[in-house]
């Protein structure tokens, strides 16, 4: 299988996206986000440094996402999904460079910024974020526990209103010199985003394949 780079603004399903991929596919799952997370649950040195930066809505440095993302690949034994790597152009072109011989598509998905807002607004996730519930378009069966795990359902710091704002910022500053570069390259698909659960990955598979 080839490794799948899913590109867009928070918010947009690739997080939801992946965890069917997951299930249904045998992908890997691989978010940064999710990393750099786990690192200040654990207070070690990487994560107290980062803390304030995600606090603020803004990027980690390239450097240290590229440490952390390495060091948790294993592109000899599985195929991937990239879920928040890369966000700009430096890191397409390190992740090029890491995939080396690795067959990819990446994938975009389209969405407009005041539907992303609503739907973070309304996200609530597992504390590890593997699992993913909105609380009006994908509830959970029981109101604020998590269906698969049983484990209470938290808001994201990152998700209030003023943060999710700066996110989107900074992500329409970055993303489309990431959208040029893999169109260049013939790696690139658009995937409309704006659909119900099961019809957004049946268009993924309909485009990987
Ligand atoms: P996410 O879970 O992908 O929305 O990421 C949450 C936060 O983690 C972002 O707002 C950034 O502060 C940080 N982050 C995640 N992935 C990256 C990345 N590839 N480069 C820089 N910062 C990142």
């Known amino acids: 299988m080839k490794n799948l780079i899913l590109l867009g603004a928070p918010g947009s399903g690739k997080g939801t996206q992946s965890q069917l991929l997951v299930e249904r596919l045998s992908y890997k799952h691989i978010s940064t986000g ?8 654990k207070k070690s040195d990487l994560g107290l440094r980062v803390k304030e930066v995600m606090d603020a809505g803004k990027l980690v440095s390239d ?32 992740l090029t460079g890491i995939l080396g011989h690795h067959d990819y598509t990446a994938l975009f998905f389209k969405l407009d910024t005041e539907k992303l807002v609503e739907r973070l607004k309304n996200r609530r996730v597992t504390k590890d974020g593997k699992y993913i519930y909105n609380l009006i378009t994908n509830p959970p069966k029981t109101s604020g526990v998590c269906d698969v795990t049983g484990e209470p359902l938290i ?21 489309n010199p990431v959208l040029s570069y893999y ?23 309909s485009k990987i394949n």
Not at 34 to 41: A, V
Not at 155 to 175: L, P, W
């Open 34 to 41: 999710n990393l750099l997370r786990s690192e200040i649950e």
């Open 183 to 205: 169109k260049d390259l013939g790696k690139f698909v658009e995937i409309q985003a704006d659909n119900g659960l099961d019809k957004i990955y049946d268009e993924i598979v």
């Open 63 to 94: 450097e240290l996402v590229e440490e952390l993302l390495k060091a948790n690949l294993k592109l000899e034994d599985d195929s991937y999904i990239f879920d928040g790597y890369p966000r700009n152009l430096d890191q397409a072109k390190t």
């Open 155 to 175: 808001q994201r710091d990152d998700d209030k209103e003023e943060v999710v704002r700066k996110r989107m910022e900074v992500f329409e500053e970055t993303i």
